[in-house]
């Protein structure tokens, strides 16, 4: 008996071959969707994939610097805040000399002169607690700021604090007990200068925040187009993957139909012998 080999058909190869071609896209693609990457690795792409690192990597950094700007700028807050706290507390003791000078008696203007001294007192304790991140900008020892704007650190930007206690400003104790109009006026004047310095340091400490505040949006808008540049190059347009998935999936289930009428063809050919 003669045993023949039969073979598949050249219809029924094509259809074979054409249907793990479709697997294999769909595979890919159903891997695309599930990890969101069109180049997972090098191996897929080496140049996009390194390029993508790099744009990653210097965003990191910059995020770094971007946290900086952010503390600084808090820090420039924390001062505005103790400023303002310090204007509020100069005009309460400029309201307390003017009403003294309308009153001759010797001992309600020396009790006067004991409530401005407690209030001076806290206008040191107000710039003191003007602290954010351990960096002091206006209190009798003022600290300075030194903010980065670069990843390699060669651009920085300088805040030099500025001695804003009653010392700085100048506001002494109630001499002679406030017992003289003079001793009173003094005073005044000594609150009607320290108005003026503490308008002139929020609005230097003021300028540094708001330039601060523009260094920060320039930094994040940076940062955003290095991370998108980062993932145009590597992750996969899921839209397209999906439509991809479902014409992948539409033409596999056509070419298992068009496997089976080719093998029943065959099959029916066969019957004939």
Avoid: H
Avoid at 158 to 173: E, Q
Avoid at 216 to 241: H, M, P, Q, R, S
């Amino acid at each position: 008996m003669v045993s023949e080999r039969i073979g598949l058909s050249p219809e029924i190869n094509t259809n074979l071959f054409a249907l793990q071609k479709t697997t294999d896209q769909l595979n890919a693609v159903t891997e695309r969707l599930a990890t969101g990457l069109k180049v997972p690795d090098a191996t897929v792409d080496a140049a996009a994939f390194f390029q993508s690192q790099t744009l990653s990597s210097r965003a990191a950094q910059l995020q770094t610097v971007k946290d900086g700007i952010d503390t600084a700028i808090s820090t420039t807050d924390a001062a505005l805040e103790g400023i303002t706290g310090i204007q509020a507390l100069v005009e309460q003791l400029r309201g307390l000399a003017f009403s003294t000078l309308s009153d001759t008696n010797t001992t309600n203007r020396s009790k006067a002169a004991v409530q401005f001294n407690d209030l001076r007192a806290q206008i040191d304790n107000m710039a003191n607690d003007a602290t954010f991140n351990s960096t002091n900008l206006i209190k009798g020892s003022p600290g300075s700021l030194t903010v980065t704007f670069s990843e390699d650190g060669s651009s920085t930007f300088t805040i030099a604090g500025i001695k804003s206690d009653a010392s700085g400003l100048s506001i002494t104790t109630a001499a002679g007990n406030w017992a003289t109009d003079a001793n009173i006026n003094a005073a005044v004047n000594d609150l009607d200068s320290a108005l003026n310095t503490l308008r002139s340091t929020a609005t230097t400490i003021g300028t540094s925040a708001s330039f601060l505040t523009t260094r920060l949006d320039f930094t994040t808008n940076l940062i955003n187009t290095l991370e998108e540049g980062a993932g145009k190059l590597v992750n996969a347009d899921l839209n397209e993957e999906s439509a991809n998935l479902l014409i992948l999936q539409t033409r596999q289930q056509l070419g298992t139909i068009g496997l089976s009428i080719a093998a029943s063809s065959e099959q029916a050919v066969f019957t004939l012998f």
